[in-house]
């Protein structure tokens, strides 16, 4: 015997159900894709392409609906049939019925029917994913993700994919302990009650693991040996996430990796070392500064963006993505950070000072092809600061910040500028 799912619609979701087929059903000659007139259409409840009714969709639709289905047209006819599909009294071959029509008719998969869906997520079987489309409620999604023979995580997955639905789930994953929500430690919930699926896989994490003496995940954590990233490692392997509750209040002020992973671990011991711990990395055992930032944040400790200045505008790599957003940063993220606009008064400069905040220090090697030809035509400050304009970014950063850190906008601190920023010359 096989099986396919059969459709319900209700006003406000989906109702999935299955339903058997005997082997004389199996014997039929077609019942999918015998006719192409539904291969366009994207709104399976319209039988439109667009926003386009399509007649000769509706007409083979028709055809393959109860000869005394109620309506003066074909598409009052299909809506009727609805209806009578979510009708409380409605049989299983009245359920059955439009999805039988649109995969007889031709109808296709199409990203647009499900792109306005929440991802799913945290689902690894049929069943889930099944019930997953339900909650989306959405009857467009639903007929499309119905359209293919779903068999399980696998397929269920690929068919939200070609319906544009984007999810995020793992078939290889276990998600036992997806929402603990940042309690790694007693994996209790708000009124006290431990999450008994969760510890069940992470307890079996723990007797797997011949590196931990301990046999079960409470007395893991409680170990005064216990390795965050060992523990964060589990908890990733059950489906547990990062939780925004894990660090708030985390009092963190470290420049570098080291420093900062020290810090960490020393003073924010416990869920929130372990969350921080369960961040991405590109390398495991040698988190960036930048790396562990994003983690603190995506943990709750929201000082660390101003707090935590990881050094990524080293050499006045301005032009560099992490280097801008340390800057923003330090701007407290009310906009991005810009080279500001200058004049002939030192407060205009200010915001160059951020350079060297986020780890720039003026050196002669800022400005490898500058020497005195790119301002001896200069005569006067606004001269000057149209030919330090057209330096490279990170010369450009350099003088800039030398003129700052002089004191005053005049022709002499930028001639300083260029000998502080540039190799002597020859």
Same mark, same amino acid.
């Given at each position: 015997?096989?099986?396919?799912?059969?459709?319900? @619609?209700?006003?406000?979701?989906?109702?999935?159900?299955?339903?058997?087929?005997?082997?004389?059903?199996?014997? &039929?000659p %077609?019942?999918?894709?015998?006719?192409?007139?539904?291969?366009?259409?994207?709104?399976?409840?319209?039988?439109?392409?667009?926003?386009?009714?399509?007649?000769?969709?509706?007409?083979?639709?028709?055809?393959?609906?109860?000869?005394?289905?109620?309506?003066?047209?074909?598409?009052?006819?299909?809506?009727?049939?609805?209806?009578?599909?979510?009708?409380?009294?409605?049989?299983?071959?009245?359920?059955?019925?439009?999805?039988?029509?649109?995969?007889?008719?031709?109808?296709?998969?199409?990203?647009?029917?499900?792109?306005?869906?929440?991802?799913?997520?945290?689902?690894?079987?049929?069943?889930?994913?099944?019930t997953?489309?339900?909650?989306?409620?959405?009857?467009?999604?639903?007929?499309?993700?119905?359209?293919?023979?779903?068999?399980?995580?696998?397929?269920?997955?690929?068919?939200?994919?070609?319906?544009?639905?984007?999810?995020?789930?793992?078939?290889?994953?276990?998600?036992?302990?997806?929402?603990?929500?940042?309690?790694?430690?007693?994996?209790?919930?708000g009124?006290?009650?431990?999450?008994?699926v %969760?510890? !069940?896989?992470?307890?079996?994490?723990?007797?797997?693991?011949?590196?931990?003496?301990?046999? !079960?995940?409470?007395?893991?954590?409680?170990?005064?040996?216990?390795?965050?990233?060992?523990?964060?490692?589990?908890?990733?392997?059950?489906?547990?996430e990062?939780?925004?509750?894990?660090?708030?209040?985390?009092? @963190?002020? $470290?420049?570098?990796?080291?420093? @900062?992973?020290?810090?960490?671990?020393?003073?924010?011991?416990?869920?929130?070392?372990?969350?921080?711990?369960?961040?991405t990395?590109?390398?495991?055992?040698?988190?960036?500064?930048? &790396?562990?930032?994003?983690?603190?944040?995506?943990?709750?400790?929201?000082?660390?963006?101003?707090?935590?200045?990881?050094?990524?505008?080293?050499?006045?790599?301005?032009?560099?993505?992490? %280097?801008?957003?340390c800057?923003?940063?330090?701007?407290?993220?009310?906009?991005?950070?810009?080279a500001?606009?200058?004049?002939? &008064?030192?407060?205009?400069?200010?915001?160059?000072?951020?350079?060297?905040? %986020?780890?720039?220090?003026?050196?002669?090697?800022?400005?490898d092809?500058?020497?005195?030809?790119?301002?001896? #035509?200069?005569?006067?400050?606004?001269?000057?600061?149209?030919?330090?304009?057209?330096?490279?970014?990170?010369?450009? #950063?350099?003088?800039?910040?030398?003129? @700052?850190?002089?004191?005053?906008?005049?022709?002499? $601190?930028?001639?300083? #500028?260029?000998?502080?920023?540039?190799?002597?010359?020859?």
């Open positions: 015997m096989s099986y396919k799912h059969a459709l319900a @619609l209700t006003a406000f979701g989906l109702g999935a159900v299955l339903q058997g087929c005997s082997e004389d059903d199996e014997k &039929e %077609c019942t999918v894709n015998c006719e192409d007139k539904c291969k366009d259409i994207t709104d399976y409840k319209a039988l439109a392409k667009g926003t386009i009714y399509e007649e000769g969709c509706g007409t083979c639709i028709v055809g393959r609906l109860p000869s005394d289905v109620e309506g003066d047209t074909n598409i009052l006819k299909w809506e009727k049939a609805l209806t009578d599909a979510v009708a409380d009294a409605a049989t299983d071959v009245q359920k059955a019925l439009p999805l039988e029509a649109l995969q007889y008719c031709g109808a296709k998969q199409h990203v647009e029917a499900c792109d306005n869906t929440d991802s799913v997520d945290h689902v690894n079987t049929k069943a889930g994913i099944d997953a489309v339900l909650e989306l409620s959405d009857d467009n999604c639903g007929f499309c993700y119905l359209l293919v023979d779903v068999t399980d995580c696998a397929t269920g997955k690929k068919s939200l994919t070609d319906c544009g639905n984007a999810p995020e789930l793992k078939c290889t994953q276990d998600y036992s302990c997806h929402d603990i929500a940042g309690a790694y430690d007693d994996l209790e919930d009124t006290g009650t431990v999450n008994n %969760c510890k !069940t896989c992470l307890d079996a994490e723990i007797v797997t693991d011949t590196d931990i003496t301990e046999t !079960t995940w409470v007395t893991a954590w409680a170990a005064t040996n216990a390795d965050a990233e060992v523990l964060a490692d589990h908890l990733l392997h059950c489906g547990a990062q939780n925004v509750g894990s660090c708030v209040g985390a009092d @963190l002020d $470290s420049t570098t990796a080291d420093a @900062l992973l020290t810090e960490i671990n020393s003073e924010n011991a416990g869920v929130c070392e372990v969350c921080v711990h369960m961040g990395f590109a390398e495991v055992d040698s988190p960036t500064c930048r &790396e562990l930032k994003t983690s603190l944040a995506t943990c709750g400790a929201a000082d660390a963006a101003q707090d935590v200045i990881c050094p990524e505008c080293v050499d006045f790599a301005v032009d560099n993505a992490n %280097c801008k957003t800057l923003t940063e330090q701007l407290n993220g009310a906009s991005d950070w810009a500001p606009a200058l004049t002939d &008064e030192i407060a205009s400069y200010a915001d160059w000072a951020y350079v060297a905040t %986020c780890g720039a220090v003026i050196a002669t090697d800022a400005c092809a500058l020497d005195e030809g790119i301002t001896e #035509a200069a005569t006067t400050v606004v001269e000057y600061q149209a030919a330090v304009a057209k330096a490279a970014p990170a010369c450009n #950063a350099c003088l800039n910040l030398s003129v @700052l850190q002089s004191g005053a906008v005049d022709v002499g $601190s930028f001639e300083d #500028a260029r000998i502080a920023c540039s190799p002597p010359v020859e």
